[in-house]
């Protein structure tokens, strides 16, 4: 399966944005889709994950302000991010994990949020 992720632009601090990731194939049986997102000299860290069956998982610095999302019907992971701040600027990067497929990972979509 192929990822492309979109949705990434410049917002002003307390905007929003949805990133959006496409797989080129079936999502409802992939296990674990998400988020991760690098910042200028940082490590990669997870921003949000969801399961097959529902669960979904928050770094707790976004908790609160995004929420994950599959539909599976379009084959697409969303990821709605509201009240930005500054410290969310980088790049984020969608993935995939699952047992039959290994990870793959989408290209990455730059988040820029303007204080």
């Known amino acids: 399966v192929q990822l492309q992720a979109s949705g990434g632009g410049l917002v002003q601090a307390g905007g929003s944005l949805r990133l959006s990731c496409v797989a080129s194939?079936?999502?409802?049986?992939?296990?674990?889709m998400g988020w991760y997102r690098q910042a200028p000299g940082k490590q990669r860290e997870l921003v949000a994950a969801?399961?097959?069956?529902?669960?979904?998982h928050y770094a707790g610095s976004v908790k609160g302000r995004f929420t994950i999302s599959r539909d599976n019907s379009k084959n697409t992971v969303y990821l709605q991010m509201n009240s930005l701040k500054p410290e969310d600027t980088a790049v984020y990067y969608c993935?995939?994990?699952?047992?039959?497929?290994?990870?793959?990972w989408g290209q990455g979509t730059l988040v820029t949020v303007s204080s």
């Open positions: 993935y995939a994990r699952d047992g039959s497929i290994g990870s793959t």
């Open positions: 194939g079936t999502i409802f049986s992939i296990n674990n």
């Open positions: 969801a399961t097959s069956g529902g669960t979904t």
